[in-house]
T-cell receptor
Framework: ETGVTQSPTHLIKTRGQQVTLRCSSQ?????VSWYQQALGQGPQFIFQ???????GRGNFPPRFSGLQFPNYSSELNVNALELDDSALYLC????????????FGPGTRLTVT | KQEVTQIPAALSVPEGENLVLNCSFT??????LQWFRQDPGKGLTSLLL?????REQTSGRLNASLDKSSGRSTLYIAASQPGDSATYLC??????????FGPGTRLSVLP
């Protein structure tokens, strides 16, 4: 069974640029959620994708957008990067079933300068 | 709006001690509660998941309880080991698609 993978591991961008982060779901999972974790804080829910559609969203502006593909992998896109976007971005996959237990990837560390 | 808090923020104990980590949430209408472990700069590892209809779950030296009416969950770690040193996070899911995490408890177990 393959776990959740994310790429890249680290990324450095300049304010105003755009970035795309990628996530491959755990085998058999059909739902992907994205989180932003600032240093020393708990993860903040960005949004969730199910069957290639956004299925729930936290308190994040529209410049945070995503995609889910037929193989259940996913992308997180952030436009017009701001310094406060510097964080660890976590992807979690789950099976949309009775438990919704989430399994997390190792994360992508984004630094905006 | 659901809010999740965790007490204490940090904890340092000698090896072998039994310890309790606390998680509180403001809205009792939760679908489930999940406890995670996070090593520095890493992703989250799921430890235990408690459905809203359950009172507790156990895995090895870990036991988690849930009291929905009081908005509390506790994670009990028996016979702590240096390898248990990490940040422990709790997260609640509502009946929509919202997941809310607490800020975590940073645990250090000293040899």
């Amino acid at each position: 069974e393959t776990g959740v993978t994310q790429s890249p591991t680290h990324l450095i961008k300049t304010r105003g640029q755009q970035v795309t982060l990628r996530c491959s779901s755990q085998s058999g999972h059909n739902t992907v959620s994205w989180y932003q974790q600032a240093l020393g804080q708990g993860p903040q829910f960005i949004f969730q994708y199910y069957r290639e559609e956004e299925n729930g969203r936290g308190n994040f502006p529209p410049r945070f957008s995503g995609l889910q593909f037929p193989n259940y992998s996913s992308e997180l896109n952030v436009n017009a990067l701001e310094l406060d976007d510097s964080a660890l971005y976590l992807c979690a996959s789950s099976w949309r079933g009775p438990t919704y237990e989430q399994y997390f990837g190792p994360g992508t560390r984004l630094t905006v300068t | 709006k659901q809010e999740v808090t965790q007490i204490p923020a940090a904890l340092s104990v000698p090896e072998g001690e039994n310890l309790v980590l606390n998680c509180s949430f403001t809205d009792s209408a939760i679908y489930n509660l999940q406890w995670f472990r996070q090593d520095p700069g890493k992703g989250l590892t799921s430890l235990l998941l408690i459905q809203s209809s359950q009172r507790e779950q156990t895995s090895g030296r870990l036991n988690a309880s849930l009291d929905k009416s009081s908005g509390r969950s506790t994670l009990y770690i028996a016979a702590s080991q240096p390898g248990d040193s990490a940040t422990y996070l709790c997260a609640v899911k509502d009946y929509g698609q919202n997941f809310v995490f607490g800020p975590g408890t940073r645990l250090s177990v000293l040899p």
